[in-house]
């Protein structure tokens, strides 16, 4: 079996260092956290005793790597002014938070215009450079591809390319990329040759280099839909033989894979990052 990692989102339910529990439980070796409540801007500081306990864990988990999520709210690519700054103001406290804890990476996605792409492309660039240039954090931030729904920026890797390449501090920018959402934005991933298509683009366009996470997720919706579904990994429209494809090439081969698949009757998270390693051992 290929040297990556795997694992899932997980809770901060009660205090943040539960999530490593909770991690092992489902046989995660790498995570994927909030730091805050996703559904509110607002945050309480983070005490002393849970930083410490946090980044004792984080040293115990090494070498599973620790991932955050940037929360629902923010709007990076967004025209209306007091919601825009509300927005660079969240990515600089997440940004800090993510300093505070020594977590290595945030994940953000790029937002919504309500104008046009290129207008809240240009606003995604001001963003991050503001947001970098006001944080102490050595977190790098990671610009994750969105399904291709109305008015989103950044589902396409030319949008990518375009706000990374115009960015100040490229040294403190990755890329995550999400293969549900980029199936539903278009980017056929059923089969190795339209994996490796997939990934000439990014590696033209970007530099696979820059590529530091994969969220590993099926599809409910069809090839360019749009639809952003995910779903149960080998269940979905990409199938076994599609997550597979991605698993195993190369360019994608040692990348952290990071699971935001359901929970349901049908299967749990633990279920899935076994079905992912089985994959795995199928190449």
Not at 168 to 180: A, M, N, P, Y
Not at 219 to 229: E, F, I, Q, T, V
Request: with cysteine.
């Amino acid at each position: 079996m290929m040297k990556r990692q795997v694992g899932v989102h997980v809770s901060i339910a009660g205090s943040l260092p539960y999530a490593f529990d909770r991690a092992r439980e489902r046989g995660c070796d790498c995570m994927q956290i909030f730091t805050k409540n996703p559904r509110g801007w607002q945050a309480k500081p983070i005490s002393e005793h849970d930083t410490d306990a946090f980044i004792r864990k984080a040293a115990e988990f090494s070498p599973g790597i620790v991932f955050a999520h940037i929360s629902y709210l923010p709007n990076l690519a967004g025209e209306k002014p007091v919601m825009y700054e509300r927005s660079v103001q969240a990515l600089r406290m997440e940004l800090d938070r993510c300093g505070i804890l020594q977590i290595p990476y945030l994940v953000t996605h790029l937002g919504h215009a309500g104008d046009d792409r290129k207008s809240g492309r240009t606003r995604v660039v001001s963003a991050i450079d503001t947001a970098l240039a006001g944080s102490k954090s050595g977190t790098i931030l990671l610009l994750e591809n969105t399904a291709g729904e109305q008015n989103s920026v950044g589902s396409t890797i030319e949008d990518i390319a375009d706000v990374f390449g115009r960015c100040e501090q490229q040294s403190r920018l990755g890329i995550c990329f999400d293969t549900c959402h980029a199936f539903a934005a278009g980017y056929d991933l059923r089969d190795p040759e339209s994996v490796g298509e997939v990934a000439d683009q990014i590696q033209d366009a970007i530099g696979l280099s820059s590529l530091h996470l994969i969220h590993l997720n099926d599809a409910k919706g069809d090839l360019g839909s749009g639809l952003d579904r995910h779903e149960h990994i080998g269940m979905g429209n990409l199938g076994e033989a599609g997550i597979r494809s991605v698993l195993l090439h190369p360019g994608f081969s040692k990348i952290p894979c990071i699971c935001e698949t359901p929970v349901d009757d049908r299967r749990g998270d633990a279920e899935n990052i076994r079905v992912v390693r089985e994959l795995m051992r199928m190449g």
